[in-house]
């Protein structure tokens, strides 16, 4: 009988305890699923990760980030291998997708830009490899749409940038940058304002990234190993080289709030820097890295806002930030992801930190937010 009587003793103080002697109460489980709520993946060097889709072994090689829905934070866009527009939109760390369209081939040229008089607002492209162009339309009560608007036999459209660029056209217009190399472009010139793609140029290699730039140049990279500047004219086209390579380029960036500093990739692993002043460039390698990066994107990234800092992603599957400091370069992993990396993006799309975004996709059939902790970059 001894024994029983102590069992319950024992449950008695227990029962007895004081709540803050208690473990706490576990919380729901975490989702799998981000249309469920926010999924955290491993982060380092001080940053949050989070999973935004997993679209399962369908690489998604083009993302950004652009306010297609009103009132809201920016949709995240990616652009898959099967062809599909993804939207996805964001909700309290929850994402939720619709895919539209399904070319059957991959989408890879993404612009955001005003160009068809018809409709309110910015307007969405993207470009296939089978040379279909394609607008998606976001309408007032939320509904997403697609549409076929040019079509490009035997052309892959890789690059397009939009905007007021080419003083031989009226109004805004798409700039397309094709494999085999050509340069098209697109108007609301036909009739009742239909769009139209008239080809202006065939050039030498591929362009595999543009940047509009102030004052309308534009700054493009090619498979060829050239970093050169684009001015439209009323004679056409006009390109002016600013850096040559052995090795092919692949991705741009814009150093933020400064006009005169760009970043390049290189094939081969290096980053390169260009600082245009009094006429002229100036170009210095700030990182040897792993062959293959094939992303690009600049801060601020740090809780300094004078310390310039540059986010890479390859085919290493590593995302790093370059930081400059006392007048050299250093590199921190931030994230690995399960294959290689093919896009990076920045965004403004956590308003809790001073900094920006990050949004990786590539091989690994993923999209992947990257940020600073909530309060990160705040002064007392």
Known sequence: MRRPLLLLALLLLGAAARPED?????????????????????ALAGWNAALVIDNGKTGIWTVGAYPLLAGGPPEVVGLD????CIVLAPYSGRYTPR?????????????????????????LYCGSKTGNLYQVVAHPHGFLDIRLVAHLPGREIHTIVGGDLDPGADGPELLLF????????VTASGADGKLECRHLADIHGRVRDALVLPGGEIATVSATGTLELL?????????????????????????AGR???????????????????????????????????????????????????????????KVEVLTCGDGSWRAETVFVDRDKGHWLAAAELDGRNTTRELLACGYGGRIVLLSRPPGYGRRP
Not at 99 to 121: K, N, T, V, Y
Not at 178 to 185: A, D, E, Q, S
Not at 231 to 255: F, H, I, K, Q
């Open 22 to 42: 208690q473990p706490p109460a576990a919380g729901p489980p975490a989702p799998e699923d981000p249309k469920d709520g926010e999924v955290p993946l491993p």
């Open 231 to 255: 001015r439209m004219t009323r004679d056409g086209p006009v390109w002016s080289v600013v850096y040559e390579a052995g090795t092919g380029m692949g991705r741009l960036a814009a150093a």
């Open 81 to 84: 291998d099967q062809g599909r």
């Open 259 to 317: 006009t005169d500093v760009l970043y390049s990739t290189l094939d081969d692993g290096r980053i390169v820097r260009h600082e245009r002043g009094e006429g002229k460039w100036r170009h210095e390698t700030i990182y040897d890295g792993p062959l293959g990066p094939r992303g690009i994107a600049a801060g601020p990234f740090s809780d300094d806002p004078g310390r310039e800092t540059v986010a890479i992603f390859g085919y290493s599957g």
């Open 99 to 123: 895919f539209l369209g399904h070319d059957g081939s991959w989408l890879g040229g993404l612009a955001h830009a005003e160009i068809d008089p018809r409709i309110d607002g910015p307007e």
């Open 178 to 185: 094709t494999r085999p190399g050509g340069l098209y472009r």
